[in-house]
C-alpha cells in the first residue's frame, strides 16, 4: 500500500487537478482509493463531494482527536472515497503550534485504515506549513507537480531543500517517486525549464506531461474530473498515461 503526498510550495501547478485526476484515473484501473484532502481551499474536496453542510471532517480528526475513519465519505464512484476538508482548517498552524507531536498528527490518524486502500492520496496547501509537513511525513512517496516556468523551477528547487531538511531533522525517508510538468505549451522557455527539471531530478522525471488543455481547465472550473467532463480529451488521456507510468514505478520500486 502506498501513500502518495502530491504537493508543490507554488500554487497554480495543478496540483490538485493532478490529485483529483489521478485518484479517478487509479480507481478506473479497480485500485480503492482514498483521497485526504489537506488544504483549507477544499478543491479535491468539491470536485468530489460538492458542497458538504455538516460533515465531520479533518479538522476534527486533527484538532479534536476525532477518529478518521469516521470521516470518510464514498464518491459517486465505487472506488473513490474522501477525507473531506473544510475552511476551519486553515488555523491549523496556529492551533497546532504547541500541540505535542504536531508533526505526526495525520500519519498516527492514517494508521489504522492505511490497509484498507490500495493507494492514499493526499493533497497539500501551496505553502509548506503543519498541514503539509504532516502530509509529507504520513507518506511512503512524495510526487511534485510543477508548472513549466522560471518561477516554478524555483519552487520545485526549495521544495527538494525542504524535503531534505525534513529527512535530517526528523528521521523519515519521505523518497521522491517522481515530478511531472503539467501546464505545457509548447513554448521555448517550457523546453528550457523541463530540461532545467530533468538535469535536477534525473530519472525522476515522468515522461509523461500534462498539456495545457482547455477541457482540463473548464472541468477544474466546474469543480468536476476531466473523466467525467470529457474523458476522450488530450488532459484525460495524459492522465491516463501518467497514472500508468506510476504504476510502473511503484512496481519497479516495491516489487508490487
Known amino acids: 500500500m502506498n501513500i502518495f503526498c502530491i504537493t508543490n510550495n507554488k500554487g497554480g501547478v495543478a496540483k490538485t487537478t493532478s490529485a483529483v485526476n489521478l485518484a479517478y484515473a487509479l480507481a478506473n484501473n479497480g485500485h480503492k482509493i482514498l483521497i485526504v484532502d489537506t ?5 479535491s474536496t468539491y470536485s468530489l463531494l460538492g ?3 455538516q460533515a465531520k471532517t479533518l479538522f476534527e480528526v486533527l484538532l479534536d482527536n476525532l477518529p478518521i475513519e469516521q470521516t470518510i465519505i ?3 464512484h465505487k472506488n473513490l472515497f474522501v477525507v473531506p476538508c473544510s475552511i476551519n482548517l486553515s488555523a491549523a498552524d496556529l492551533m497546532l503550534a ?28 501551496p505553502h509548506l506549513g503543519v498541514l503539509t509537513i504532516n502530509a509529507l511525513i504520513a507518506c511512503t512517496d512524495v510526487l511534485i507537480p510543477f508548472s ?3 518561477y516554478s523551477l524555483i519552487g520545485v528547487g526549495i521544495l527538494e531543500k525542504t524535503i531534505q531538511e525534513l529527512r535530517d531533522n526528523l528521521d523519515v525517508k519521505l523518497p521522491i517517486l517522481g515530478v511531472f510538468a503539467c501546464l505545457d505549451d509548447h513554448t521555448n522557455i517550457n523546453k528550457n525549464v523541463l530540461h532545467a527539471i530533468k538535469d535536477m531530478f534525473k530519472e525522476k522525471v515522468f515522461r509523461t506531461v500534462i498539456p495545457r488543455n482547455v477541457a482540463l481547465e473548464e472541468a477544474h472550473n466546474q469543480t468536476i474530473s476531466i473523466f467525467d467532463y470529457q474523458p476522450a480529451s488530450k488532459g484525460a488521456r495524459a492522465y491516463e498515461d501518467l497514472t500508468k507510468e506510476i504504476l510502473e514505478r511503484v512496481k519497479l520500486t ?3
Do not use: M, V, W
Open 39 to 43: 488544504d483549507p481551499q477544499c478543491n
Open 51 to 53: 458542497n458538504l453542510d
Open 74 to 76: 464514498p464518491t459517486k
Open 98 to 125: 504547541s500541540a505535542h507531536g504536531r508533526e505526526r498528527k495525520l500519519e498516527r490518524a492514517i494508521r489504522p485504515i492505511k490497509d484498507s486502500y490500495d493507494f492514499i492520496i493526499i493533497d497539500t496547501p
Open 148 to 150: 513549466l516556468t522560471t
Open 254 to 256: 516495491y516489487g508490487k
